[in-house]
């Protein structure tokens, strides 16, 4: 018999309602002890997924309570589950996760709700991730990169790898046993088959590429010389006075960073010191950090003058960058258009006109057909790594597998197996099992 454990399933504080959950084999006898319902001689008699509304026991004090029996293996732990859901507020659930310690209960450690369904195979291990995922999500695309991990899309690769692995282990394992009747068949089909392998592999982890943004969004770096507009720029965008704006060059010394989000991602707009040769030691400052946030980020605004010609300062600084991504923004239209430039975009951050466009740009170059929020996107930094040691295992067995021993092919493709499994949870160790679970938060 499994030990019964308890929870507070809803965040501390106060709210409208409290969740408390027992899952464990006598989690309908402790619940019976402190549940009362006029329906009901006992509740060990409940219905499962039938909600009673009864009162409950808090210690000293009761609360009316709605209380609901899942039934075992027809549960989220794959174990008798019964959820109260009483009113909220830190102190009332805190009696009653009292009171059912009392009547046998033991408190659950972080995360034990799911490792419980994962050990009673209600979820893969890659699933159970993206349960953690999706709590932890903070926008569209990484809410349903977690969404689609938690539906077991991942885990459906991950296992078609694994048979393919197991499938060419299988077949070198046979040639080994039957030289003479198999050897050469197998060995010929080997290159085809490792070839197909590491193309999967490389094909699912090319979604990997993408997880920083999915995750953390675009970085987007405002730069040019003193006084041309990007903190109007940025104001203009998020549609408030966030940055400072004076006539004064040089009012901005720091980076400012915001973000709004467009099409279930996250764009990160970075404010940034005016650059200019300057002797001033803060200012100075400001102009390094400037050039380390454009070097740094996904993609560079560099913002012009519509109505004067590029300086020579000004086309340096753009051929400093011109290895990353870059929108030429012309700022002060409403001033006048002096330069003609087909690849830029003609705004005014004063009156906001066109700056709209920018987004528009950013989001069709740079995320539509790139980044599909609705895509199989991995963002879990594990899974990734293991993927890649899978892949470098399986370049290994690639290596010369024409003439290369089969033995020493079984140990690279063993060694990759270990990897994909420990996503799966077919070959996790218990450390790495232990080490997820106490990522999550109590009462799931």
Avoid: W
Wanted: proline letters at 2%; hydrophobic letters at 40%.
């Amino acid at each position: 018999m499994s030990k019964t454990i308890a929870a507070i399933a809803t965040p501390f504080g106060t709210g409208a309602i409290g969740v408390i959950r027992l899952s464990g084999d006598n989690s309908l006898n402790i619940a019976n002890q402190v549940f009362k319902c006029k329906r009901l001689d006992s509740f060990c008699n409940a219905v499962p997924n039938v909600m009673y509304f009864g009162k409950v026991c808090c210690g000293e004090f009761f609360d009316e309570c709605l209380a609901i029996y899942f039934k075992a293996p027809h549960s989220f732990t794959g174990e008798d589950v019964v959820e109260f859901q009483c009113h909220g507020g830190i102190r009332l659930l805190e009696e009653l996760l009292k009171n059912l310690l009392n009547k046998g209960a033991t408190i659950a450690d972080k995360g034990e709700f799911t490792k419980r369904a994962f050990l009673n195979g209600k979820y893969s291990l890659s699933e159970a991730e993206g349960i953690i995922d999706m709590i932890n999500s903070e926008n569209i695309a990484s809410l349903n990169a977690g969404y689609r991990q938690l539906s077991g899309n991942l885990n459906k690769k991950v296992l078609k790898l694994e048979e393919q692995i197991l499938d060419i282990t299988a077949s070198l394992e046979a040639s080994l046993d039957y030289p003479e009747e198999l050897e050469e068949e197998v060995r010929e089909n080997l290159p085809s088959k490792l070839s197909t392998l590491k193309n999967d592999l490389q094909s699912l982890l090319d979604s990997a590429k993408y997880s920083r943004i999915v995750k953390n969004g675009i970085n987007v770096a405002i730069i040019g010389m003193p006084n041309i507009g990007k903190s109007s720029l940025l104001n203009a965008i998020l549609g408030k006075d966030r940055a400072i704006v004076t006539d004064i060059a040089g009012t901005t010394r720091d980076v400012l960073e915001e973000r709004i989000e467009r099409k279930g991602i996250f764009i990160n707009f970075i404010d940034t010191a005016g650059i200019r040769n300057t002797t001033d030691t803060v200012e100075k400052i400001g102009v390094n950090k400037a050039k380390s946030c454009a070097e740094n980020a996904d993609i560079i605004l560099m913002m012009l003058n519509s109505n004067s010609n590029i300086t020579n300062e000004e086309q340096a600084l753009l051929d400093s960058f011109k290895d990353k991504p870059i929108i030429k923004i012309y700022n002060k239209m409403d001033l006048g258009v002096c330069v003609k430039d087909d690849d830029g975009i003609y705004i005014s951050a004063k009156t906001g006109e066109n700056v709209e466009q920018i987004i528009d740009v950013i989001c069709d170059k740079f995320i539509s057909g790139k980044i599909d929020s609705s895509g199989d996107i991995i963002t879990n930094i594990r899974h990734i790594e293991s993927l890649q040691n899978t892949l470098n295992f399986i370049n290994s067995a690639c290596l010369n597998s024409e003439i290369t021993p089969s033995e020493c092919i079984l140990i690279d493709l063993r060694a990759a197996y270990l990897e994909l499994g420990a996503i799966s949870g077919n070959t996790a160790s218990e450390d790495i099992i232990d080490t997820i679970f106490s990522k999550f938060c109590l009462g799931k």
